[in-house]
């Protein structure tokens, strides 16, 4: 590729930083598409661009993409704002780069689709219907994204914990599924639909026959995708909707795997991470074949299919149109890129980078200049070769407005509460003082990966002298101590677990999903309190706050407003089990108990073989109580030792049963559930509830003899003093 200069733009010019100038590009007109025009983005998550044979690679087989790509225009060198899925989507669908919509990482942020120009709203104010289908937690309707949308499907069978850089995903097969009857609603129709599937992210485990055919299973993963996507192109060609369509295949960010020591994506911003597929299909195939070596990005998307329309994008893109870059004499432009995701999770310097085709300028702490054209892999820093050159782009980088709100957009009462809980002491996410350059802190996260991995393998106990090892290395690491926090709360450790979430509360100021944690954990404590302070903080960005908030106004007894949470949490859970169970339990205490059941039954049902039985604590329990209450004792005794088996640690399960079988005259029964209760729960709690249960029996003797015992193991328990001898 010939090179071209890019044209010095000074001072605040850069704020846009199309630096092309947002808006379309000079061949503005020469192509259009017929209104109406059936748009379909597709996005596959995490898929490397170098990882495909459009792009010249020859380890795997993606006969789908092939034949798109024959029928599209492909674009040489795409890059991504930001090697990140929320924030990087948001940019695709507004046309403006994250300091402009500010979305700065994938949780703790909302996109505000009023203040930027939104492709969704954009279109449907054009006449076309709107529907997205999208495969993971982190583009769920609620952040903003669904703004504009007529459909947005994004019920995940589970939300629960992500670990950093990872987070929860559905089959993009079952994606397919549900986008299908929209798809079929509005065929008639003008109509654009998102699509986005989450293979090839992590965890890597691609299905047979992908698994065998590839040892390397990044590209097994590549494999399904091409099949979920050849699916889905299929479909529209059943439906007629393939050749009079706009089909625009792209990426959110590339993958590391193993380049600059790091597996994964987030905290670094090499090529391989920024880097992604891009082709476009006119309608009819126009150009089909054809390629365009001119550097593009993806906050180009909004502004090509404004141009395509024959429409003017709103002010305040950062983009310029894909049609434009085809021309001889398009300009090449300086493309921004960025990650803050090392500053938030793991303390580390922000990195910010610009491609000055062919030069890649990387700016933090230690900064590196590559040339992709002679070193695509960028292991040749040549920034003291040229030394004027990377000074300029540093100077531009630095001439922009890059400060960071925190990952809770605070507004006054927020701020408050925060104050009042005590979190905002801790380190602001401006930074205090130089921070070190991530690639140089790596190691650390080989560390935290084993703890992870451990973690994940449910051997909590194990990962927690890892997480302090981390913590040892790197204290300001909010990911440790939240993950520390949560493999305390895992083995019973809780004051010590809360200790670990709170630190993580104060470097944060107080972000949402720590402050969920905490909730969760302060509501199995009983500190009904502290846990409704940190679900309120929550629930702005997290339905699942809402749930813990119902669970909290269910034990204070305030039903009417647990009737209010557990409706709102109704109408927002998507396929989550966990606001099904809280609502049984609202009615279990309103003693409507075939309401219960039935309503514990549907979980059951939607729960089907499913493997993450610890989102079903407290079904069973909520299933014996109500069968006891409509006499049926033997159904009672069934679920009690399910909810044992699922629940160990919950000791009400233990009592009931236990005084279950009193009532039906099974007295060993009964005191073996009982001696159960306390070798698997050895605490002063669990003596407690054993001796308050069999004084309930109707047993004073082995009441009084357990007390005794128990006494003398804790002999300083102020519970069980407050116990009485009688």
Known sequence: ??????????????????????????GSGAIRIPDGTPIVLISIDTLRSDRLPAYGYDRVATPAIDRLRRDSILYEHAYSPVPLTFPA??????????????????????????????????????????????????????????????FYEDELAFIGD??????????????????????????????????????????????????SRYDDPYDGEVAHSDEIIGRFLDELRQRGLYDRSLIILMSDHGEGLGEHGYQEHGPLIYREVLEVPLM????????????????????????????????????????????????????????????????????????????EYPYHYIHGPDPELFDLEADPGSLDNVLRRERRLASRLADQIEALDRSLDAPMQEDAETLQKLAALGYLGGRSVEGEGPLPDPKARLFVLDIMVEALDLAAAGDHAAAVPIYRKVLAE??????????????????????????????????????????????????????????????ELAVTVHELARDVLTQ???????????????????????????????????????????????????????????????????????????????????????????????????????THLAYLYALLNRGPAAGATLRKMIEVNPTPAAYGDAVRTLRAMGDARSAQALLSVARQ??????????????
């Not at 590729?1 to 000079?26: F, S, Y």
């Not at 993806?298 to 149109?321: H, K, N, R, W």
């Not at 993950?483 to 305390?488: E, H």
Request: with cysteine.
């Open 280 to 355: 476009m299909k006119l309608p009819g195939g126009r150009l089909g074949g054809t390629s365009v070596a001119t550097p593009a990005q993806l906050a180009d998307l909004y502004p090509t299919v404004m141009e395509l329309l024959g429409q003017e994008p709103e002010p305040g893109i950062d983009g310029s149109s894909l049609v434009g870059l085809m021309e001889d004499d398009a300009p090449v432009r300086q493309i921004y890129s960025e990650t803050v995701f090392a500053r938030l999770h793991f303390g580390w310097s922000e990195l910010a980078s610009l491609i």
């Open 474 to 535: 790197e204290p300001g690491m909010v990911d440790a101590w939240e993950k520390l926090g949560m493999a305390l709360a895992e083995i019973g450790q809780a004051e010590e677990a809360i200790e670990a979430f709170e630190e993580a509360m104060r470097l944060t100021h107080g972000a949402p999903q720590i402050a969920l944690s905490m909730a969760n954990v302060f509501l199995k404590l009983g500190r009904l309190d502290e846990a409704q302070e940190h679900a």
């Open 713 to 726: 193991r804790f002999p300083s328990d102020p519970g069980l003093r407050a116990l009485n001898s009688g």
């Open 162 to 211: 992500w670990s950093y850089g990872g987070s929860v995903q559905r089959p993009g097969d079952e994606t397919l599924d549900r986008a299908l009857p929209w798809l079929d609603s509005v065929a008639e129709r003008p109509f654009f639909l998102f699509f986005h599937i989450y293979e090839p992210h992590t965890p890597w485990r691609p299905p047979e026959p992908y698994a």
């Open 552 to 654: 909290v106004a269910l034990r204070k007894g305030e039903l009417d407003r647990a009737a209010e949470l557990a409706e709102q949490s109704m109408a927002g859970r998507g396929a989550r089990i966990g606001p099904l169970i809280t609502v049984a339990d609202l009615r279990l205490k309103q003693e409507r108990f075939e309401e219960a059941l039935e309503l514990t039954q549907q979980a059951l049902d939607e729960f089907g073989d499913r493997t993450d039985t610890d989102k079903l604590e407290s079904l069973f329990f909520i299933r014996g109580r109500a069968f006891s209450q409509l006499g049926d004792a033997e159904r009672g005794v069934e679920a009690f030792k399910k909810e044992i088996e699922l629940s160990p640690d919950q000791l009400a399960p233990y």
């Open 1 to 26: 590729m010939k090179r071209r200069k890019g044209r010095l733009l000074a001072g605040l010019v850069l704020l846009a930083l199309g630096l092309a100038g947002g808006g379309c590009g000079g």
């Open 89 to 150: 989507h948001a940019t695709a669908l507004s046309g403006t780069l994250p300091l402009a919509h500010k979305v700065r990482d994938n949780m703790g942020y909302r996109l505000e689709s009023d203040s930027v120009p939104y492709l969704p709203r954009r279109l449907k104010e054009l006449g076309y219907a709107t529907g997205a289908a999208v495969s993971t937690f982190v583009l769920r309707g609620s952040s903003g994204l669904g703004d504009g949308f007529d």
